[in-house]
């Protein structure tokens, strides 16, 4: 069992893919000292944004809200 991650980054998604991956990419060029987790909670976009983020961004949890 893994251990808890030390920070939490939430990040709120809806049908904005192209900012939400920039954002990931951010997240992945410059990350945090402590281990993180990246919680994507998506907020039943219809422009495909949810599935696109999680072919992409497999090591993301993907909350379908």
Request: aromatic letters at 6%.
């Amino acid at each position: 069992m893994d251990p808890a991650p030390d920070i939490s980054i939430v990040i709120v998604n809806y049908n904005t893919y192209a900012y939400t991956a920039q954002c990931l990419d951010s997240i992945a060029a410059h990350p945090p000292d402590a281990s993180c987790e990246i919680i994507l909670v998506d907020n039943a976009s219809s422009d495909g944004s949810a599935e696109i983020i999680e072919l992409n961004y497999p090591h993301i949890k993907l909350v379908r809200s």
